[in-house]
Structure formats: C-alpha cells, structure tokens
C-alpha cells in the first residue's frame, strides 16, 4: 500500500480551467501539506493542515484553495488555470509538530497549455 | 525569500569519489535539518537528518556536518555510486515543527 497516494499522476488542460488534485495518506498522520516544484526543481511550501486545520497558508493566489474532509485527506483545487500554474505538485505528511520526516506522494504534474 | 541556500546547483563525480553539497540558513527558529534524495518521477525521500545540538551525523556512506555558529551544514557522500545520481535538497524545520524550507536542490551526477 502506498503511504501517501496522488491522482491523478499526469494532468493536461487549457488556461482558464479549473482542476482538482487528491492526496490521501494512510500512515496516520495529523499534519499534511502540498508543496509546488517548478521546472528549475525548486520545492515551495503552499499550504499544511494539521487535524483538518489551515496552519499554512503562504501567500498563494485565492485561485488555489485546499480542502481537508479528514486527516487522511488533502484536495487541491485550482480555478481559472494559468500558464505559470503548470508544475509538479506534491503532498506530503508529518506525524503532527514533531519536527521529524516528511512522507511526500509522487507528485501530479500539470501542464497548462 | 529563500530562507536556506543551497550550492552547488550541479555536480559531477566520478564513482568513487566523494560529493559535497553545502547549504546555509539564515533563521534561527530552525532546528531540524534533513536532506532529502529525489529520483526523477518520484517524490522527494529523507536520507539523513540532524539536530543543531550535534555537529555531525553518520549513516553508511552519509555524513551531515553542522556548523550551528556559521549557520551552515552540508552532505557528504563518501565512495558515490552511479546509483547516487539523483537531486539532493538540504532543507530546515521550524520551531514546532509545522514548516520545512528546501534549498533549491543540487543533481548530482556521478560517473561511472
């Protein structure tokens, strides 16, 4: 069984879409995040929840909003798709604030065309 | 801002060898530093990590040296593998543990 899973894996759209990705893990943890690596590789934080709580939120478009229905779940939707939107986005887990490992899914790259 | 500079941004190394990747950091909120391997197509995966209140950590062919006065550690690979050839960020925790920055990754190539 995967740890933390990703669907989907690939996604192609045109600008102006809108597009959700789904992260589940299932090793029980209490914090998730989604991070965005661009084509130079670079890792950005966007977002974390812990419990199903936003604890962080840095400083991405109002187009992104995150959605936790439960701790094993992270959703990413993205409204109104722009070019600079297309990347690699991966969603990882932590056991709580234990400042430990950070389990990441195999990420969904999206292209926008 | 980038918050934990990573350098070199490539290096390559004959198998055998030994690869160095140093990074600093600038905030000293942090106090977890992990270094994380990814192959292309996969997630990013912890290889080693330390803890400011040690200066060096040794797992297998991995060291992590921590210099917590100059505000900068780096990885050492010793005898690098073609297997090794990968992208390493170094990377640091926050206080609370709840925010991880990554530097912005080196690919290692290591020839065969």
């Known amino acids: 069984d995967t740890a933390v899973s990703q669907t989907p894996k690939y996604l192609v759209t045109q600008m102006g879409n809108d597009k959700s990705i789904k992260c589940e893990q299932n090793?029980?943890?209490?914090?998730m995040y989604w991070y965005k690596q661009d084509s130079k590789k670079f890792l950005k934080i966007m977002f974390s929840?812990?419990?199903?709580?936003?604890?962080i939120n840095e400083t991405v478009p109002n187009r992104f909003s995150p959605k936790s229905p439960d701790k094993a779940h992270l959703n990413l939707h993205i409204n109104s798709l722009e070019l600079g939107d297309s990347a690699v986005y991966f969603c990882?887990?932590?056991?709580?604030?234990?400042?430990?490992?950070?389990?990441f899914g195999e990420g969904s790259r999206l292209t926008v065309l | 801002q980038q918050q934990v500079k990573q350098s070199p941004q490539s290096l390559i190394v004959q198998k055998g060898g030994i690869s160095i990747i140093n990074c600093a950091y600038e905030n000293t909120a942090f106090d977890y530093f992990p270094w994380y391997q990814q192959f292309p197509g996969k997630g990013p995966a912890l290889l080693i990590a330390?803890?400011?209140?040690?200066s060096e950590k040794k797992e297998g062919r991995f060291t992590i040296s921590f210099n917590k006065s100059a505000k900068q550690f780096s990885l050492h690979i010793m005898d690098s593998q073609p297997g090794d050839s990968a992208t390493y960020f170094c990377a640091a925790t926050n206080t609370g543990g709840f925010k991880t920055i990554f530097g912005a990754g080196t690919r290692l190539f290591v020839k065969a």
């Open positions: 090793l029980g943890h209490d914090t």
């Open positions: 990882a887990s932590r056991q709580g604030s234990n400042t430990g490992e950070l389990f």
């Open positions: 330390i803890r400011p209140d040690v």
């Open positions: 929840y812990n419990n199903k709580e936003l604890i």
